[in-house]
């Protein structure tokens, strides 16, 4: 069974080819997946490699976890699933006061409050 292997602190200028030859000294690359940002099309800094065999993958995860790449230390360890619960970090409701969304006029007018 494939095991995907997530592969962090990837130098922007990392190529799909140069991490296929990384991780094929330990076995046999299914695929390679180099994260882009979708507004500029620039490495993000994150790959996923899957490996067709687990045995490989954890050879790999071994082998290669802190190796450096173009002067960084990847960091290099089983992908973990993308958990469904609950919402995304970002947006709204960043828990501090001003951070939710913005009220209209009429909403912020204290009708209580003396008039001099």
Partial sequence: ?????????????????????LFSAHGEVASVNIITDKFTNRSRG??????SDDAAATAAIAAINQQ??????????????RSESGP????????????????GRDEKKDFNRPRW
Avoid at 46 to 51: G, I, P, S
Avoid at 90 to 98: A, S, T
């Fill in 46 to 51: 994150f790959a996923f490699v899957e490996m």
């Fill in 68 to 81: 450096q790449l173009d002067g960084r230390a990847l960091t290099v360890n089983e992908a973990r699933e």
């Fill in 1 to 21: 069974m494939a095991k995907r292997i997530f592969v962090g602190n990837l130098p922007f200028s990392a190529t799909e080819d140069q991490l296929r030859t």
């Fill in 88 to 103: 995304r970090p970002g947006g709204y409701g960043g828990g501090r006061p001003g951070s939710g969304p913005r009220r």
